[in-house]
């Protein structure tokens, strides 16, 4: 039951998350529209927008954007590009003093230094664990997947006859890999599977 709760709880998050993402996006694309129907007043220093808030409202609306994407798909190139454009943004709009430049230059340099040589050890996926005698029909209906099972079938049938297919033998590690996800044996007791991670793949599509 906690397991139950605890994927329930994660899922509802997941939810909320997509929510305000889409209350993001609509309000960057009325932000837009407002922009684009005011793009005759730039030749006019003295009014809204000019050059200069032209400027910072596009970043405003790129790290919006970036945001979105970061919300929706949590991993850590998103991080890394908002906070490549919040810094960005930084340096080409407030002109305060080269020294304030220099800085941020310097960290931009770090992120991608830490991209470079940092990045390769954190994993874009989501793990779930739950009991292997865990409804299949609730764990796909909680984390949006589709596991291949029978009706009332439990996780550790389904991984039984993953296994068979796949030719693997069923012990602490074993993971055998379906089409939008993977199983892996987490725990076993007295010859019997009793926990089992879901791991789901968050890697952002290439485009």
Request: hydrophobic share 50%; proline share 2%; glycine share 4%.
């Amino acid at each position: 039951m906690k397991d139950v709760i605890a994927a329930f709880l994660k899922r509802l998050t997941a939810v909320l998350e997509f929510v305000i993402a889409m209350i993001l996006a609509v309000g960057i694309i009325l932000l837009s529209i407002r922009m684009i129907s005011s793009l005759v007043n730039i030749p006019d220093l003295e009014t809204w927008p000019n050059y200069d808030d032209l400027l910072e409202t596009c970043f405003n609306l790129i790290i919006g954007v970036e945001l979105i994407r970061m919300m929706y798909y949590h991993t850590s190139n998103t991080v890394f590009e908002v906070l490549l454009f919040a810094i960005a943004r930084q340096i080409i709009v407030d002109h305060s003093s080269i020294w304030t430049s220099l800085v941020g230059v310097c960290t931009i340099a770090v992120l991608f230094a830490t991209r470079k040589f940092l990045f390769c050890e954190f994993g874009d996926k989501d793990e779930t664990v739950f009991r292997a005698t865990a409804k299949v029909k609730t764990v796909n209906r909680l984390l949006g997947i589709n596991i291949p099972h029978q009706e009332k079938g439990t996780l550790l049938t389904a991984l039984e006859q993953a296994c068979d297919r796949q030719a693997l033998p069923i012990a602490v590690g074993t993971t055998v890999s379906l089409e939008d996800c993977q199983m892996r044996v987490l725990r076993a007791g007295n010859g019997r599977v009793t926990q089992i991670e879901i791991l789901r793949n968050l890697s952002e599509p290439a485009e």
